[in-house]
Structure formats: structure tokens, C-alpha cells
């Protein structure tokens, strides 16, 4: 088991490689990767680079076949749904963009998909590890309950995961979006390799936490409300009475709602030209992109949001001293008005003589990969425990 989760975390992986990960003699190792690779667990990929010791490198992989997990993702008011392999190689993806609006019903529509998607694919509930379901809000991720989500408005404190669990019969985890996110650029995005680093997600305001190698999201799950940070001294009041919170002096969706009735009234607007079909409102991605193409009222809106997350973004470095910040992917396409904003905040930072630095980048992977890091979730946390060393 330590030698499938190494490579499940690490693909790729020579026998040598996979000797010295587990601190075992090059013998132990190649006889349990034999015997794996004998029982059809393994593959073995193309000889690579030679080793110290003269011998061709053989990459090892875990049959893609060997097992398979469903992500889920709750996002703009409509969900996705995907069935990965163990290479984590999406094998079929289904969108619903439109829902029935309270819970149950909102759910059993995903779950009805899910049978009718593994029922398609002839994988049995045996040859399947679980499924993750990642959702933005106040979540209690111990016992599947949803306290709150902007995505089920007209419900409070349901079991989620219990209705997953009782429709597709596996084990089923929630998880805030994100946690989900910090997880999926720790697994196969930049952060991988990296000891700590935090994923401000945009336009939620939810912080994803990995610290000294372990994802963190707190004693309840509740960890990362960044929006509920306080950075003005006046401003609206959030809900829980304080002015100047972040979520209240930079709320993005106010700037998306603004462009998509702009829309309406001037469809010849730049951002219209990256709306696909059946797309109801515009996204921060459609902005960054009009953005990258000199529309200058996008970069005047973009820019005066990200003053405030730039503020935030500071705190945040003093209070955890992470590597790196991510910051959506979506900011490569305008980064003078977004990463750059932050980076220039971030001087504050360093000005004294204290020689701290903390990098801000681009994440690899954004809510479009949702559902992909859902899916993963399941696999992490049957792998986990046997990880070399509990790492």
C-alpha cells in the first residue's frame, strides 16, 4: 500500500526512487514492486535517464484501470460531474446547468447521474473509491452537513454527504471549494514540492490552506473565511455586523453582474466575444480576457477590486509567512491589475529588516478543475495513512 500511494501521489516513480521515499534497501523495494507489477497493480513506462549505478530508470504507474472515484462540483449555480481513473485522467464528464432549486432534489438529480455514468462505464461499486463533492460555504465536513451554501440559498444545516452516500452507496466526502483548490495545486499544480503555501480563492474569498505539508482547514472545517476579514475602517456592515470587511468593499460580483447587464443594453462589448453558448453571466475569466485585449473599462474595474484584495493579501503573508500565495489562474491574462497590484502591496512586507518573502504567482488549477479535485479527494484519503513517514 505505501508503494501504490507513493506512486498515486507521485507518478513516474523508479524503483530506486520508490526505495529511497520509503527508506527501504533497493532489494525490499524491487521485490514489492515486482510482485505488484505481477498482480497487474503496475505498469511500467518507457526506460528513462540513467541512474547513479548505471541502470536505465524505469517509471512505474498504477494501472489507470486499477480503480476509479467521482468528483462533484456545486459552482454558479449548476453543478459537474466526473469519473476519474487512477492516474486521475478524467474518463467522462457530465455538466448540469440547470437544477431543481431546494435540497433534496437538487442533489438527487447529481446523484441519479452518477449511477447512470458508472452504469455506462460497467464500473462496479468495487472498482470505485468514493466520491468528493466540492461545494463553497459553511460546511462540517466530519459529518457531511452543509450549514450554509450560496449554492443551495433556500436551505440550512442539511446532510449532504448522507444523501450522496444513501444514492451512489459509496463513501462520500464534502469539502469547501477552496480547500478543494489548495489541495488539487498541492497534489499536481505549483504548489507541489512546496511546505506551505495558501490559495486566495477568487471571487469567494475562501482561503485553501496547506502548512508544514498537511492541508489545514481548521477544528471545524470552517478555516479560510477571509472575506469576513476586516480591512476598512467604514463600508457596508457583513453579516456579522463589522464594516469594512473584504467581502463588502471588493465583492466581484457586483463587477460581473454590472458587465453582464451592460451586455444586454451593448452586446458589442469585448468581453461578449468569450461567452460560449448557453453562457447566462459573465465571469472574472471572460474579464481577464477582454482585459488582455485592451478593453479598458474591464482593467479600471479589475483594478480598483484588487486594492482591497492586495490589503488582505498582505495579512495574510505576516500572520502565516507561507512560500507562496496563489492567486486564480485567471489573473495571468491581466496582471497589471491583479497580481501586479498584490505584488507591489506585498512590499510592505519586506520594508523592514526582516527578510521576509513570501512569492505571489498564479495558481495552475481554478474552479474549472473542481470537479477533477473532488474527485481526488476520496484517493487522498485512502492513501494517506500510508504514506512513507505520515507525509
Not at 3 to 27: C, H, K, N
Not at 299 to 323: C, H, K, S, W
Not at 351 to 374: C, R, V
Not at 378 to 383: E, G, K, Q, T
Request: net charge neutral.
Amino acid at each position: 500500500m505505501q508503494v501504490l500511494a507513493l506512486l498515486w501521489d507521485s507518478p513516474g516513480l523508479s524503483r530506486f526512487e520508490i526505495a529511497s521515499r520509503m527508506g527501504q534497501t533497493s532489494v525490499s523495494a524491487v521485490k514489492q514492486v515486482n510482485r505488484l507489477l505481477g498482480d497487474g497493480l503496475l505498469t511500467e513506462g518507457e526506460a528513462g535517464a540513467t541512474g547513479s549505478r548505471g541502470r536505465r530508470m524505469i517509471p512505474l504507474f498504477l494501472r489507470k484501470d486499477l480503480f476509479f472515484s467521482v468528483g462533484v462540483a456545486y459552482n454558479r449555480q449548476e453543478a459537474t460531474v466526473v469519473v476519474a481513473d487512477a492516474s486521475g485522467t478524467v474518463r467522462e464528464e457530465k455538466h448540469y446547468p440547470e437544477l431543481p432549486p431546494r435540497f433534496p432534489e437538487r442533489a438527487d438529480v447529481v446523484i441519479d447521474g452518477i449511477r447512470e455514468m458508472l452504469r455506462r462505464r460497467g464500473i462496479p461499486s468495487s472498482a470505485t473509491i468514493g466520491v468528493g463533492v466540492a461545494i463553497p460555504g459553511i460546511l462540517t465536513p466530519q459529518t457531511g452537513e452543509v450549514v450554509f451554501s450560496p449554492e443551495f440559498a433556500e436551505d440550512l444545516n442539511f446532510k449532504l454527504g448522507s444523501r450522496f452516500e444513501e444514492g451512489v452507496s459509496l463513501p462520500v466526502g464534502i469539502v469547501n471549494v477552496p480547500h478543494a483548490l489548495a489541495f488539487l495545486e498541492q497534489h499536481a499544480g505549483h504548489g507541489k514540492g512546496l511546505n506551505s503555501f495558501l490559495y486566495f480563492d477568487l471571487p469567494g474569498f475562501g482561503l485553501g490552506m496547506v502548512l508544514n505539508g498537511k492541508p489545514y482547514s481548521g477544528t471545524q472545517g470552517r478555516a479560510g473565511e477571509c472575506g469576513m476579514m476586516q480591512i476598512y475602517e467604514h463600508g457596508p456592515a457583513g453579516i456579522d455586523g463589522r464594516i469594512g470587511t473584504l467581502s463588502k468593499v471588493a465583492p466581484f460580483y457586483k463587477l460581473t453582474d454590472r458587465l453582464t447587464e451592460m451586455l444586454k443594453e451593448n452586446p458589442n462589448l469585448m468581453v461578449a466575444k468569450f461567452l460560449n453558448p448557453g453562457d447566462k453571466k459573465v465571469t472574472l475569466s471572460m474579464i481577464a480576457k477582454a482585459i488582455r485585449e485592451g478593453d479598458l473599462l474591464c482593467a479600471q474595474l479589475m483594478g480598483e477590486q484588487f486594492d482591497a484584495v492586495a490589503r488582505a493579501t498582505v495579512n495574510l503573508a505576516y500572520i502565516l509567512n507561507p512560500e507562496v500565495i496563489f492567486l486564480p489562474p485567471w489573473t495571468v491574462d491581466c496582471p497589471e491589475v491583479s497580481i501586479d497590484i498584490v505584488r507591489r502591496q506585498m512590499g510592505h512586507y519586506g520594508a523592514y529588516h526582516w527578510s521576509m518573502n513570501t512569492k505571489i504567482e498564479p495558481a495552475q488549477f481554478g474552479k474549472e478543475d473542481l470537479a477533477l479535485a473532488a474527485s481526488l479527494m476520496p484517493v487522498r484519503n485512502c492513501f494517506e495513512k500510508y504514506y512513507p513517514n505520515n507525509c
